[in-house]
């Protein structure tokens, strides 16, 4: 089954998982507004690229039906974000990598998400996002990488402000690499400062997942 898995976050929040097997006939399928869809789906010709994106509209409207019964289309802003057209309090999140789609929904607050493959690239780019101290608790660990790039992805989604410097306004604590696990991040902005526990866990054995939610009256 596509749908992977549904995960409550909080009461008003929920993190859903689509392993991606369909093609993108199949998925335009399964959406509701197919119209709407059709007109927004980026004029890309790579089937896979299609298929994430259509992947996680659908993953969108599951996750909410879970929590009201609203109607709303999903459209992204001038910086691309995801929001819902009618339901204006409501916050969306999406990633996809590979053949995993990651989503939250959440009726109020703040989320953030973001699921990547294991690969050398984010070793090869650590020196443009990576501040020393995140460099040397590295190591050597491509995972440890891969995590790292994605929970400041994850982080930078949060707080979506533009201009944010990865290595510098975006820092994570030291941590041991486990299954699943939870890493502290800051942002440090000038006249700023804010703390955040993002979560994380290993998606099979080669990709992973970070997420992070958080109710309207945080910092």
């Not at 709407?36 to 509209?57: E, F, N």
């Not at 974000?81 to 999406?94: I, K, T, W």
């Not at 941590?175 to 696990?181: D, Q, T």
Request: neutral net charge; hydrophobic residues 40%; charged residues 20%.
């Amino acid at each position: 089954m596509p749908l992977y898995s549904l995960t409550p976050l909080s009461e008003h929040a929920l993190l859903g998982l689509w392993h991606l097997t369909e093609m993108p006939p199949a998925l335009h399928s399964l959406l509701p507004h197919s119209a709407h869809y059709a007109s927004q789906q980026p004029a890309v010709r790579d089937l896979t690229r299609q298929a994430q994106w259509l992947a996680g509209r659908a993953l969108t409207h599951t996750l909410l039906r879970k929590l009201t019964s609203v109607h709303a289309l999903l459209l992204n802003d001038v910086n691309g974000r995801p929001y819902l057209e009618q339901l204006p309090d409501f916050a969306v999140s999406l990633s996809h990598s590979g053949e995993w789609v990651a989503g939250i929904v959440a009726a109020q607050g703040r989320v953030g998400t973001d699921v990547e493959l294991i690969r050398p690239k984010a070793q090869h780019l650590a020196t443009r996002f990576l501040a020393e101290t995140e460099r040397a608790n590295a190591g050597d660990d491509l995972a440890k990488y891969s995590l790292y790039w994605s929970a400041k992805e994850t982080l930078y989604k949060l707080h979506s402000r533009r201009g944010v410097v990865f290595k510098e306004q975006l820092l994570l604590n030291p941590f041991e690499l486990r299954e699943a696990g939870v890493l502290t991040g800051h942002l440090l902005l000038e006249n700023f400062r804010s703390q955040h526990q993002i979560s994380y866990q290993r998606l099979a054995t080669d990709y992973v997942l970070t997420y992070c939610v958080e109710d309207a009256t945080h910092g």
